[in-house]
C-alpha cells in the first residue's frame, strides 16, 4: 500500500506541464478514492494563506476540490480531516521552525501511520527536506565538531537537500559528512523534483539530481539522470 514519495525543490513543478499533461496528473493517478482529499501542512512557513492559495490552484488543476490548511495548532476537525486525507503536501519554509511544531501537535506521529496506509506524500522544499534524514540544527557552524543534526521522518534513506546550488550544496555536504561512510545525500536543484518508489527506485523529474557521498576521506558527487539512479530501501 506504500505510494511512491514526491520531493519538489519549490513549488514550480506543481504548475509544470510535461508536454501536454500536468505532472501532478501521476500523482493524481496514485489516490485509490473517487473524490479524493487533500490537506496541506504550513508549519514550516507559519501557515501563510498565500502559499496555501498556490496549493489549492493546483489542485483544482487535478480536478481535486476537498481541500484544507492544516495550521500549527490544528483542531479537532483539522487532524480528522488530515487523518482522512488521500494526499498531504508539507509545505517549504524553515525545516526546523515545521519540525518542532510537528513534535508538539501530533503530527510527527500521524504522518508515518499515513505514510503506511497509502497516503501519498508530497514534499515541497523544506517539506522535501523533513521527508529524508535528517537536516542541521538551526545556527550550525561551519566546524562539523560543533555542528548538530535533527533526525526527521527518515522515509528517505538519505538525505535531502533542496535548492541550495547557489551554496554549492554546503548543508547537504556537511549532513554527508557527519555521517561518515554511510552517508548519502541527494540534492534538487531548483525547479525539480524526484519520486522514490517503494522498491528504492528513484526518478528525477525535470532537473538533474545532485548525489554526494562518502568513500574513505573523500566526498563523491555524482549526477543522476531521470530514471537512471536505484537506492535500496
Not at 57 to 82: K, N, V, W, Y
Request: charged share 25%; glycine share 10%.
Amino acid at each position: 500500500m506504500i505510494k511512491p514519495l514526491y520531493m519538489l525543490a519549490d513549488s514550480q513543478l506543481l504548475f509544470w506541464k510535461d508536454g501536454n499533461r500536468l505532472f501532478l496528473e501521476r500523482i493524481r493517478e496514485q489516490m485509490d478514492s473517487p473524490d479524493p482529499k487533500a490537506a496541506y501542512i504550513g508549519a514550516s512557513n507559519g501557515d501563510k494563506h498565500e502559499f496555501y492559495s498556490l496549493f489549492q490552484a493546483a489542485m483544482e488543476g487535478i480536478r481535486l476540490h476537498s481541500c484544507r490548511l492544516i495550521p500549527s495548532q490544528p483542531t479537532r476537525e483539522d487532524m480528522d480531516f488530515l487523518a482522512a486525507a488521500d494526499l498531504v503536501l508539507l509545505a517549504g519554509g524553515d525545516v526546523e521552525r515545521g519540525w518542532r511544531t510537528f513534535e508538539q501537535n501530533g503530527i510527527k506521529e500521524l504522518i508515518p501511520q499515513k505514510r503506511y496506509d497509502g497516503t501519498v506524500l508530497v514534499g515541497v522544499s523544506a517539506g522535501a527536506v523533513q521527508l529524508g534524514l535528517g537536516a542541521l540544527q538551526e545556527g550550525a557552524l561551519q566546524e562539523s565538531a560543533t555542528m548538530k543534526k535533527i533526525p526527521l521522518f527518515q522515509f528517505a534513506p538519505f538525505y535531502v537537500g533542496a535548492h541550495e546550488e547557489e551554496s554549492e550544496w554546503w548543508n547537504l555536504r556537511a549532513l554527508v559528512n557527519l555521517a561518515g561512510d554511510r552517508g548519502r545525500g541527494i540534492g534538487i536543484p531548483a525547479g525539480g523534483g524526484m519520486i522514490l518508489s517503494p522498491d528504492g527506485s528513484l526518478e528525477s523529474i525535470r532537473k538533474a539530481l545532485v548525489e554526494f557521498y562518502r568513500e574513505g576521506e573523500k566526498m563523491k558527487e555524482n549526477l543522476l539522470l531521470s530514471e537512471a539512479g536505484h537506492l535500496s530501501l
